[in-house]
Structures are given as C-alpha cells and as structure tokens.
C-alpha cells in the first residue's frame, strides 16, 4: 500500500478501496494472457523510467492492467475517459496499489477537464488513450509537452479516427498505435465485447425482454456486427442501418433487414448505435419513433442519439429508473434514453468480460514495451500494431485455454513462398 499515491490522487471516498480490490482481484484471475505478460514485466522491467499517463475507462479490468504497467516498471498516472464509466471503489483500490488517480463518478465537464489536465501535469513521456482525450489536450493545450512523448496507443474506434484526422493534417506530433484496428482486439473486443456487454447493460438496466421485439443497430461495423449478432440470439427482429453499401450488403449476406433509419426508427423497440459519429439519431427519426421504444449508445462519445433534438422535441426528461430517462412527447409518446447517451456497457454496467478484455489490454501491453524498445525511432503518425504483437497474443490465448494447432512443415512453407512451376 502507498499512502503518498492516495494522498496525490484525485479521489471521490477512499474507504471504497476494500471492495475495489476485490474487483480487480476477480478481473486478474481471469486474465491468464494478461498475467502472463506481467510476470514477464516483473521479471524484466521493459518500463523502467518511464511515466505512462492512461485515460481508460476506469473500472475493474483497466484497473487490473495499470498494475501490469507497475510491474514493468513504469510510473502510472490515470484519468477516467468517460464520468460515468468511473468506478469509485475501484479507483480507491488503484490508488492503494501504487497508481496515481485523478478520476471520480460522474464528474461535470469541468471536473473531468481538470482531471486530465493533472495527469499531463506529471510530465509523462507514454500515452495510452481511450477516445484520444489526452493527446487532443496536449496537441492543443499543452503543446509545450509534445517533444517529451516518446508515443502512445489508442484503444477504440472513434480515438483512431481523430488521431488519423491528426496525421492526415499533419498536425500528428508523435507515433500512435492503433490498437483498436489489431486483429485480437477488434475481432473479439468490438464483437463479442460489445455484442455481450452492452445487451448486458440494456437488459440490467430496464429490466425488459428482448426476445420477440425488434431491435434497431445502427452501424455494421465490428461493433455492430456483435450487437446484431446478439440481438438475434435474444430473440429480436433484427434491423441494420448503415451509410456503407458494403457493410450494408454484409449485413444482408447475414440475414439482417437493412433500411433506412427513418424508416427503422417507426418500427423499433429498440435502437442501439455503434457508429463513431454524430447525430446518427436525431430530430427526424424521433418524430417517428413508437410509444416506449428504448435508446442506448454503443459508441464512445455520448453524440450519437442527439439529446439537444430530443430535448426541443420533448422537453427535459423525467428519471424513472436508475440510468433511464424518459422522454415524453406532446403526443403522449414516451421514449427512454439509458445512461444519458453515454456508452452503455460501462455507464449501465459493468463493461466487456475479462476474458475479453484480456486480449485487448494484452495488445496494449506490448504496444507500450514496443514503443519504449524503439523510442524515437518511429514515424509521427498512426501505425497498425505489429503483426507479431497479434500472433503472440493469440498464441499466449491458445496456450492459456490448453488448445494447440498445427504447423507448417519446412516443405510447406517452401510452397507457400515459391512460384516456380514444378
């Protein structure tokens, strides 16, 4: 235990700590890749010397991998990427275990600015981000600092976007790792991650049947592949909305309705988004929407069901239950908005698995010890995760489930790579 990190953190009550730890004691205990790497950071040190600043999610499982990072060395300083998200008891029991918090529950605006402006305040030279908060907030606040970060990676989809808008204006002053586009992190974290965990946080949070009722996704990417994929599972009449003529014929290929949201909305009981932008649901498609249908967001940013239209068409909501706000129309209809738009697997629960989020923070892992192996030496702008960091990852999975595959001999590896006919 640290008394001097409790006392540096920003923190709501640290007599919550007992049963964060218990949190993260449960979410380490079903990380075998995870832990797998930390004894190899424990061994080593890879870290040695250097600050990492994280704005994750902060709940159990992110938790869990700071410590990873304490234990290969590093000095851990973290802010929560989303107030809501932010769990208390688990942030105590981080500050407990040697990490440097600044992150509270359901923080104004205000508050969460500050936070992220006392985590850059340490001077870090390592970035792990969720939505690329802290690397907007150093390229346009703090540009004094830019010479000092050796890199970074970005965990989920909508943090890549901005960061290639960056690179694409060159405005990009250190090399990022997409992390969210590695193959073991997008094909298990955004699908089945998602998939489960944010029907999870819908049904925990209204305490209504799915099965029978027609759910509304509105984006078919891998997010919204394991959305659809789960709502059909549930027993929903699953519909796709999408703007992509290919990841519209692919939901098609699936099975899926596909339409327009306009016309989507009339017949949803549920309309959940996974897009990545803004106003996906909006003043339009609540003019048409049915008595009690149910909206959640699955996307970072709490922007893609428009509050302000649903406001002026509305008025301000009344909270019914906790995380749900109801709408009432003029007409008397009434649609429930949960978690305030905000990401519902985290604001109205408790996030993806931990097997899942095994693989995902194993790849963030070893991206930070590659950056910290090639320091200086990388090109400012967004870079895929190495292919290696992928297979390894797979690899410690397999081994962990006791699974084993074959190999290629030496003869079929020659064919692979001639050309000659025989």
Same mark, same amino acid.
């Given at each position: 235990?640290?008394?001097?990190?409790?006392?540096?953190?920003?923190?709501?009550?640290?007599?919550?700590?007992?049963?964060?730890?218990?949190?993260?004691?449960?979410?380490?205990?079903?990380?075998?890749?995870?832990?797998?790497?930390?004894?190899?950071?424990?061994?080593?040190?890879?870290?040695?010397?250097?600050?990492?600043?994280?704005?994750?999610?902060?709940?159990?499982?992110?938790?869990?991998?700071?410590?990873?990072?304490?234990? &290969? #060395?590093? +000095?851990?300083?973290?802010? $929560?990427?989303?107030? *809501?998200?932010?769990?208390? @008891?688990?942030? %105590?029991?981080?500050?407990?275990?040697?990490?440097?918090?600044?992150?509270?529950?359901?923080?104004?605006?205000?508050?969460?600015?500050?936070?992220?402006?006392?985590?850059?305040?340490?001077?870090?030279?390592?970035?792990?981000?969720?939505?690329?908060?802290?690397?907007?907030?150093?390229?346009?606040?703090?540009?004094?600092?830019?010479?000092?970060?050796? &890199? #970074?990676? +970005?965990?989920?989809?909508? $943090?890549?976007?901005? *960061?290639?808008?960056?690179? @694409?204006?060159? %405005?990009?002053?250190?090399?990022?790792?997409?992390?969210?586009?590695?193959?073991?992190?997008?094909?298990?974290?955004?699908?089945?991650?998602?998939?489960?965990?944010?029907?999870?946080?819908?049904?925990?949070?209204?305490?209504?049947?799915?099965?029978?009722?027609?759910?509304?996704?509105?984006?078919?990417?891998?997010?919204?592949?394991?959305?659809?994929?789960?709502?059909?599972?549930?027993?929903?009449?699953?519909?796709?909305?999408?703007?992509?003529?290919?990841?519209?014929?692919?939901?098609?290929?699936?099975?899926?309705?596909?339409?327009?949201?306009?016309?989507?909305?009339?017949?949803?009981?549920?309309?959940?988004?996974?897009?990545?932008?803004?106003?996906?649901?909006?003043?339009?498609?609540?003019?048409?929407?049915?008595?009690?249908?149910?909206?959640?967001?699955?996307?970072?940013?709490?922007?893609?069901?428009?509050?302000?239209?649903?406001?002026?068409?509305?008025?301000?909501?009344?909270?019914?239950?906790?995380?749900?706000?109801?709408?009432?129309?003029?007409?008397?209809?009434?649609?429930?908005?949960?978690?305030?738009?905000?990401?519902?697997?985290?604001?109205?629960?408790?996030?993806?698995?931990?097997?899942?989020?095994?693989?995902?923070?194993?790849?963030?892992?070893?991206?930070?010890?590659?950056?910290?192996?090639?320091?200086?030496?990388?090109?400012?702008?967004?870079?895929?995760?190495?292919?290696?960091?992928?297979?390894?990852?797979?690899?410690?999975?397999?081994?962990?489930?006791?699974?084993?595959?074959?190999?290629?001999?030496?003869?079929?590896?020659?064919?692979?790579?001639?050309?000659?006919?025989?």
């Amino acid at each position: 235990m640290t008394e001097s990190k409790v006392a540096r953190s920003s923190l709501r009550d640290p007599s919550l700590a007992p049963e964060g730890h218990l949190k993260l004691d449960w979410a380490g205990r079903h990380m075998p890749v995870l832990n797998e790497i930390r004894a190899e950071f424990e061994a080593g040190r890879p870290l040695a010397g250097r600050r990492l600043a994280m704005c994750l999610h902060l709940e159990a499982k992110t938790a869990y991998l700071a410590t990873v990072f304490l234990a &290969g #060395g590093a +000095e851990v300083v973290v802010c $929560g990427s989303n107030p *809501l998200s932010t769990q208390d @008891d688990v942030c %105590a029991a981080l500050a407990e275990r040697g990490v440097t918090v600044h992150a509270w529950h359901n923080a104004t605006p205000e508050e969460y600015r500050e936070h992220l402006n006392r985590v850059l305040d340490t001077r870090p030279d390592l970035i792990l981000d969720d939505g690329a908060d802290l690397v907007t907030a150093l390229h346009t606040q703090r540009r004094d600092q830019l010479g000092e970060i050796i &890199g #970074g990676s +970005e965990e989920t989809t909508t $943090g890549v976007l901005r *960061l290639k808008a960056m690179a @694409d204006e060159g %405005a990009l002053a250190f090399p990022m790792f997409a992390v969210n586009d590695a193959y073991m992190k997008h094909l298990f974290d955004n699908r089945y991650g998602t998939g489960q965990s944010a029907w999870d946080g819908i049904m925990r949070t209204t305490n209504l049947t799915v099965a029978g009722k027609t759910a509304v996704v509105a984006g078919y990417g891998w997010c919204g592949k394991g959305l659809a994929m789960r709502a059909r599972g549930l027993g929903a009449r699953v519909v796709v909305t999408e703007v992509d003529p290919i990841a519209a014929n692919e939901a098609l290929m699936e099975g899926f309705e596909v339409m327009p949201m306009v016309r989507a909305a009339a017949r949803a009981d549920f309309i959940v988004t996974a897009t990545g932008c803004e106003g996906v649901v909006r003043a339009e498609h609540y003019e048409v929407m049915k008595d009690g249908c149910v909206l959640a967001n699955a996307g970072h940013f709490d922007v893609e069901l428009s509050r302000p239209d649903l406001e002026r068409a509305a008025g301000r909501p009344r909270r019914v239950r906790k995380n749900v706000d109801e709408y009432r129309f003029p007409d008397g209809r009434r649609v429930y908005l949960l978690a305030e738009g905000r990401l519902v697997n985290l604001a109205a629960g408790d996030g993806h698995p931990a097997e899942i989020m095994d693989l995902a923070f194993a790849v963030q892992a070893l991206a930070q010890q590659h950056l910290v192996e090639r320091a200086w030496k990388l090109p400012r702008t967004v870079l895929p995760v190495p292919r290696e960091i992928d297979l390894r990852v797979a690899e410690l999975r397999l081994r962990a489930l006791g699974v084993s595959i074959d190999r290629l001999t030496p003869e079929q590896e020659a064919y692979l790579r001639s050309w000659r006919p025989e």
